[in-house]
T-cell receptor, first 118, second 114 residues
Protein backbone atom coordinates (compact mmCIF):
# COMPACT_ATOMS: atom_id res chain seq x y z
CA UNK A 1 0.00 0.00 0.00
CA UNK A 2 1.78 3.09 -1.23
CA UNK A 3 2.26 5.85 1.27
CA UNK A 4 1.82 9.56 0.80
CA UNK A 5 3.74 10.57 -2.32
CA UNK A 6 5.26 14.01 -2.66
CA UNK A 7 7.13 15.37 -5.61
CA UNK A 8 9.51 16.73 -6.38
CA UNK A 9 11.77 15.75 -3.50
CA UNK A 10 13.90 18.83 -4.08
CA UNK A 11 12.90 21.99 -5.89
CA UNK A 12 15.13 24.95 -6.67
CA UNK A 13 13.65 28.25 -7.75
CA UNK A 14 14.95 31.76 -8.29
CA UNK A 15 13.35 34.67 -6.52
CA UNK A 16 10.17 35.73 -8.28
CA UNK A 17 9.44 32.34 -9.84
CA UNK A 18 6.55 30.06 -9.00
CA UNK A 19 6.86 26.82 -7.05
CA UNK A 20 4.38 23.95 -7.38
CA UNK A 21 4.48 21.14 -4.88
CA UNK A 22 2.45 17.98 -5.41
CA UNK A 23 1.00 15.50 -2.98
CA UNK A 24 -0.85 12.27 -3.64
CA UNK A 25 -2.50 10.96 -0.47
CA UNK A 26 -2.49 7.36 0.61
CA UNK A 27 -5.01 5.15 -1.14
CA UNK A 28 -8.38 5.56 0.49
CA UNK A 29 -7.49 8.87 2.13
CA UNK A 30 -9.53 11.88 1.15
CA UNK A 31 -8.11 14.45 3.60
CA UNK A 32 -4.87 16.28 3.00
CA UNK A 33 -2.83 18.57 5.23
CA UNK A 34 0.16 20.74 4.37
CA UNK A 35 2.85 21.70 6.87
CA UNK A 36 5.99 23.80 6.58
CA UNK A 37 9.23 23.10 8.42
CA UNK A 38 11.73 25.96 8.59
CA UNK A 39 15.34 25.04 9.40
CA UNK A 40 15.86 23.97 13.02
CA UNK A 41 12.12 24.23 13.75
CA UNK A 42 9.12 21.95 14.13
CA UNK A 43 6.41 21.60 11.55
CA UNK A 44 3.80 24.35 11.31
CA UNK A 45 0.31 23.72 9.97
CA UNK A 46 -0.63 25.55 6.80
CA UNK A 47 -3.84 24.21 5.29
CA UNK A 48 -6.31 21.34 5.45
CA UNK A 49 -8.26 20.21 2.39
CA UNK A 50 -10.81 17.65 1.41
CA UNK A 51 -11.59 16.83 -2.19
CA UNK A 52 -12.42 20.14 -3.94
CA UNK A 53 -12.72 22.01 -0.63
CA UNK A 54 -10.43 24.04 1.59
CA UNK A 55 -11.52 23.34 5.15
CA UNK A 56 -8.96 25.30 7.17
CA UNK A 57 -6.32 27.63 5.77
CA UNK A 58 -5.59 29.47 8.98
CA UNK A 59 -1.86 28.69 8.82
CA UNK A 60 -1.30 29.75 5.27
CA UNK A 61 0.08 33.20 4.40
CA UNK A 62 -2.63 35.34 2.85
CA UNK A 63 -0.54 36.37 -0.13
CA UNK A 64 1.32 34.31 -2.73
CA UNK A 65 0.29 30.93 -1.27
CA UNK A 66 -2.61 28.81 -2.49
CA UNK A 67 -3.64 25.18 -2.24
CA UNK A 68 -6.05 22.94 -4.05
CA UNK A 69 -7.17 19.33 -3.98
CA UNK A 70 -9.13 18.66 -7.17
CA UNK A 71 -11.57 15.85 -7.69
CA UNK A 72 -9.01 14.07 -9.83
CA UNK A 73 -5.26 14.26 -9.31
CA UNK A 74 -2.93 15.28 -6.52
CA UNK A 75 -3.15 18.14 -4.09
CA UNK A 76 -1.08 21.14 -5.16
CA UNK A 77 0.55 23.75 -2.97
CA UNK A 78 1.47 26.76 -5.08
CA UNK A 79 3.76 29.57 -4.07
CA UNK A 80 3.90 32.53 -6.42
CA UNK A 81 6.77 35.02 -6.66
CA UNK A 82 8.92 33.07 -4.23
CA UNK A 83 11.25 34.85 -1.82
CA UNK A 84 14.25 33.59 0.15
CA UNK A 85 12.11 33.19 3.26
CA UNK A 86 10.05 30.52 1.51
CA UNK A 87 13.02 28.15 1.66
CA UNK A 88 11.84 25.26 3.81
CA UNK A 89 10.71 21.66 3.77
CA UNK A 90 7.05 21.31 2.90
CA UNK A 91 5.28 18.21 4.15
CA UNK A 92 1.99 16.76 3.10
CA UNK A 93 -0.01 14.40 5.29
CA UNK A 94 -3.22 12.49 4.71
CA UNK A 95 -5.83 10.73 6.80
CA UNK A 96 -8.75 8.45 5.98
CA UNK A 97 -11.34 10.65 7.62
CA UNK A 98 -11.53 14.17 8.83
CA UNK A 99 -9.69 14.92 12.03
CA UNK A 100 -12.66 17.00 13.05
CA UNK A 101 -14.85 13.95 13.47
CA UNK A 102 -13.24 13.01 16.77
CA UNK A 103 -11.20 10.36 15.07
CA UNK A 104 -7.97 9.15 16.57
CA UNK A 105 -6.67 8.32 13.11
CA UNK A 106 -3.15 9.66 12.79
CA UNK A 107 -1.97 11.72 9.88
CA UNK A 108 0.45 9.87 7.63
CA UNK A 109 3.23 11.99 6.21
CA UNK A 110 5.06 12.07 2.91
CA UNK A 111 8.81 12.51 2.68
CA UNK A 112 8.50 16.23 2.06
CA UNK A 113 9.68 18.62 -0.63
CA UNK A 114 12.72 20.71 0.15
CA UNK A 115 12.33 24.08 -1.52
CA UNK A 116 15.44 26.17 -2.03
CA UNK A 117 15.26 29.73 -3.28
CA UNK A 118 18.33 31.19 -4.98
CA UNK B 1 -4.08 28.55 21.27
CA UNK B 2 -2.43 25.27 22.09
CA UNK B 3 1.33 25.09 22.46
CA UNK B 4 3.75 22.18 22.73
CA UNK B 5 7.12 22.52 24.44
CA UNK B 6 10.07 20.19 24.17
CA UNK B 7 12.64 21.52 26.60
CA UNK B 8 15.51 19.25 25.54
CA UNK B 9 17.06 20.37 22.24
CA UNK B 10 19.38 17.37 22.28
CA UNK B 11 19.76 14.10 24.17
CA UNK B 12 22.30 11.28 24.06
CA UNK B 13 21.94 7.65 25.07
CA UNK B 14 24.22 4.67 25.06
CA UNK B 15 23.13 1.76 22.90
CA UNK B 16 20.92 -0.70 24.85
CA UNK B 17 20.16 1.88 27.53
CA UNK B 18 16.92 3.74 28.24
CA UNK B 19 16.21 7.39 27.49
CA UNK B 20 13.23 9.64 28.21
CA UNK B 21 12.27 12.60 26.05
CA UNK B 22 10.15 15.32 27.65
CA UNK B 23 7.11 17.08 26.28
CA UNK B 24 4.66 19.45 27.90
CA UNK B 25 1.67 21.12 26.33
CA UNK B 26 -0.79 23.84 27.11
CA UNK B 27 -4.49 23.51 26.40
CA UNK B 28 -7.83 24.34 27.94
CA UNK B 29 -9.49 21.38 26.25
CA UNK B 30 -10.23 18.09 27.94
CA UNK B 31 -10.40 15.86 24.87
CA UNK B 32 -7.40 15.61 22.59
CA UNK B 33 -4.78 13.33 21.11
CA UNK B 34 -1.02 13.31 21.58
CA UNK B 35 1.58 11.86 19.24
CA UNK B 36 5.29 11.27 19.00
CA UNK B 37 6.82 11.39 15.51
CA UNK B 38 10.35 10.41 14.56
CA UNK B 39 12.25 12.22 11.79
CA UNK B 40 15.49 10.47 10.80
CA UNK B 41 18.07 12.19 8.55
CA UNK B 42 16.08 10.98 5.54
CA UNK B 43 13.49 13.52 6.71
CA UNK B 44 10.55 11.10 6.73
CA UNK B 45 7.98 11.73 9.46
CA UNK B 46 7.27 8.40 11.11
CA UNK B 47 4.55 7.94 13.70
CA UNK B 48 6.03 6.33 16.81
CA UNK B 49 3.15 6.27 19.26
CA UNK B 50 -0.16 7.98 20.05
CA UNK B 51 -2.27 8.56 23.14
CA UNK B 52 -5.91 9.50 23.56
CA UNK B 53 -6.40 11.94 26.45
CA UNK B 54 -9.47 10.10 27.72
CA UNK B 55 -7.45 6.93 28.24
CA UNK B 56 -5.70 6.66 31.57
CA UNK B 57 -3.53 3.78 30.49
CA UNK B 58 -0.20 4.79 28.98
CA UNK B 59 0.32 3.73 25.38
CA UNK B 60 3.05 1.22 24.55
CA UNK B 61 4.52 0.14 21.21
CA UNK B 62 7.30 -2.44 21.61
CA UNK B 63 10.33 -0.56 23.01
CA UNK B 64 8.46 2.77 23.05
CA UNK B 65 6.17 3.83 25.85
CA UNK B 66 4.76 7.08 27.13
CA UNK B 67 4.18 8.58 30.53
CA UNK B 68 1.01 10.60 30.13
CA UNK B 69 0.21 12.89 33.06
CA UNK B 70 -2.97 14.71 32.11
CA UNK B 71 -3.15 16.97 35.15
CA UNK B 72 0.44 18.07 34.65
CA UNK B 73 -0.04 18.28 30.86
CA UNK B 74 3.03 16.15 30.36
CA UNK B 75 3.62 13.50 27.70
CA UNK B 76 7.12 12.00 27.84
CA UNK B 77 8.46 9.28 25.57
CA UNK B 78 10.58 6.44 26.94
CA UNK B 79 12.75 4.44 24.58
CA UNK B 80 14.05 1.19 26.08
CA UNK B 81 16.97 -0.85 24.78
CA UNK B 82 18.02 2.00 22.51
CA UNK B 83 19.29 1.06 19.06
CA UNK B 84 21.45 2.94 16.57
CA UNK B 85 18.42 3.19 14.31
CA UNK B 86 16.61 5.22 16.96
CA UNK B 87 18.88 8.19 16.28
CA UNK B 88 16.65 10.91 14.87
CA UNK B 89 14.77 14.10 15.65
CA UNK B 90 11.69 13.37 17.76
CA UNK B 91 8.65 15.61 17.66
CA UNK B 92 5.81 15.70 20.15
CA UNK B 93 2.48 16.77 18.64
CA UNK B 94 -0.98 17.71 19.87
CA UNK B 95 -4.35 17.64 18.16
CA UNK B 96 -7.62 18.61 19.75
CA UNK B 97 -10.29 15.95 19.36
CA UNK B 98 -12.50 18.21 17.28
CA UNK B 99 -9.66 19.87 15.44
CA UNK B 100 -7.78 19.17 12.27
CA UNK B 101 -4.26 20.42 12.72
CA UNK B 102 -1.29 18.98 14.52
CA UNK B 103 0.63 21.38 16.76
CA UNK B 104 4.27 20.35 16.97
CA UNK B 105 7.01 21.01 19.47
CA UNK B 106 10.42 22.22 18.30
CA UNK B 107 11.86 18.71 18.48
CA UNK B 108 14.59 16.85 20.36
CA UNK B 109 17.62 15.44 18.57
CA UNK B 110 18.41 11.98 19.93
CA UNK B 111 21.94 10.66 19.46
CA UNK B 112 22.69 7.00 20.13
CA UNK B 113 26.26 6.06 21.03
CA UNK B 114 27.69 2.63 20.32
Amino acid sequence: NAGVMQNPRHLVRRRGQEARLRCSPMKGHSHVYWYRQLPEEGLKFMVYLQKENIIDESGMPKERFSAEFPKEGPSILRIQQVVRGDSAAYFCASSPQGAGTYSNQPQHFGDGTRLSIL
Amino acid sequence: AQTVTQSQPEMSVQEAETVTLSCTYDTSESDYYLFWYKQPPSRQMILVIRQEAYKQQNATENRFSVNFQKAAKSFSLKISDSQLGDAAMYFCAYRSAGGNKLVFGAGTILRVKS
